[in-house]
Nanobody, 118 residues
């Protein structure tokens, strides 16, 4: 089992910045990758960025050039968001996945709300 706790959401004006944090605990040795997803009102949850245990990163097109995902050695993953736009308003969820018997196991945090005012 992996537990994830997000923090850092809030209200920011257009063009502003925020940094989200996600602290992992539990069976952290089994985590293959962690990432951030978001879900805006009335929309499906979508990938924002991921980072593997080896620090390889991927980004959604909407995040490239504005968001940076990183991790420290204490099993915390960060999402630095800059040049925020109203369309970035969403609940941001931290994700971690492991595998068991070749089956992917996803774990989710409870989410943190980011609101970008125009």
């Amino acid at each position: 089992q992996v537990q994830l706790v997000e923090s850092g959401g809030g209200l920011v004006q257009t063009g502003g910045s925020l940094r989200l944090s996600c602290a992992a605990s539990g069976s952290i040795f089994s985590i293959i990758a962690m990432g951030w997803y978001r879900q805006a009102p009335g929309k499906q949850r979508e990938l924002v960025a991921t980072i593997t245990y080896g620090a390889m990163t991927t980004y959604a097109d909407s995040a490239k050039g504005r968001f940076t995902i990183s991790r420290d050695n204490a099993n915390t993953v960060y999402l630095q968001m800059s040049s925020l736009q109203p369309e970035d308003t969403a609940v941001y969820y931290c994700n971690a996945y492991t595998t068991k018997s070749a089956t992917r196991m996803d774990y989710w945090g409870k989410g943190t709300l980011v609101t970008v005012s125009s």
